[in-house]
């Protein structure tokens, strides 16, 4: 990891800078690293009870499975994420042909699900729709 992108009040907050042998290196405080749970899960199965997430990254997974998967995965992630909460993808993934609603594209692999009533103004819509009477584009208005 680059220390110079994290912010300084986190690195003060969260992060031990090393000293003697351990000099250039950096320790995530304890309070935080005892918060981090590590789990095997199988995103192609029902999910197993979990919280919400502000983030989720995906980076790579959606290719190994078929579009009806692929679709089943992403709507099973979106259920766990926060409203206003990100999701990732890998750069050579879509989510076009996926038709979901609430995500918002930010970058070409980065989406935000939308807040409940802030209505999405862009709607990802699959390549099927593309060629429908009306319609106004990739991303256009839901
Ligand atoms: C190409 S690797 C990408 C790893 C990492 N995300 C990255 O971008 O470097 C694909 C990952 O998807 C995971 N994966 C494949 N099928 C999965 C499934 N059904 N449930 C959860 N993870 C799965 C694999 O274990 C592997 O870690």
Redesign the pocket.
Same mark, same amino acid.
């Given at each position: 990891m680059v220390l110079g992108t994290v912010p300084p009040h986190y690195l003060a907050r969260y992060c031990l800078r090393g000293k003697g042998p351990q000099a250039g290196t950096f320790l995530v405080d304890r309070r935080l690293r005892e918060r981090v749970d590590f789990r095997q899960? /199988? !995103?192609?199965?029902p999910l197993p009870q979990l919280p919400t997430f502000y983030l989720i990254?995906?980076? /790579? !997974?959606l290719?190994?499975f078929d579009r009806t998967t692929r679709q089943e995965?992403v709507r099973r992630v979106l259920e766990r994420l926060e409203p206003g909460g990100y999701l990732m993808i890998?750069h050579s993934e879509s989510l076009h042909e996926l038709g979901v609603a609430e995500l918002v594209q930010l970058a070409p692999a980065i989406f935000r699900k939308s807040l409940p009533g802030s209505g999405a103004d862009v709607r990802l819509i699959s390549a099927d729709e593309e060629d429908t009477p009306g319609h106004r584009g990739r991303e256009g208005r839901a």
């Open positions: 899960i /199988n !995103l192609n199965r990254m995906l980076r /790579n !997974l290719i190994y995965v890998g």
